[in-house]
Nanobody, 116 residues
């Protein structure tokens, strides 16, 4: 059974930083593309960043210069370093593993709130 468990969310002031983690189990690190998404009420889930098993990264335009995706294959863990956070970054953040056949696995989400 594939499980993704996010952690690291919370309340941060504008300009602050957070590092999200996503512990993955039940699927090998070499399988699929891993990514981070976020969602706010009433809006579609937004793709933030992806990373392949070989370490190739891609970013959505809204966060490209502030967020960094990384992975530790030995720990089968995905990370998202978020810097210079702004109130508009407030959302529930999800990690994702997408298999080549299109199957998606999701974590339960972690809340990030940016407020003074």
């Amino acid at each position: 059974q594939v499980q993704l468990v996010e952690s690291g969310g919370g309340l941060v002031q504008p300009g602050g930083s957070l590092r999200l983690s996503c512990a993955v189990s039940g699927i090998l690190p070499s399988i699929g593309i891993r990514g981070w998404y976020r969602q706010t009420p009433g809006k579609q889930r937004e793709l933030l960043a992806t990373i392949t098993s070989g370490g190739n990264r891609a970013y959505g335009g809204a966060v490209k210069d502030r967020f960094t995706i990384s992975r530790d294959n030995a720990k089968n863990t995905l990370y998202l370093q978020m810097d210079n956070l702004q109130p508009e970054d407030t959302a529930v953040y999800y990690c994702n593993v997408r298999r080549l056949n299109g199957t998606n696995h999701w974590g339960q989400g972690t809340q990030v709130t940016v407020s003074s």
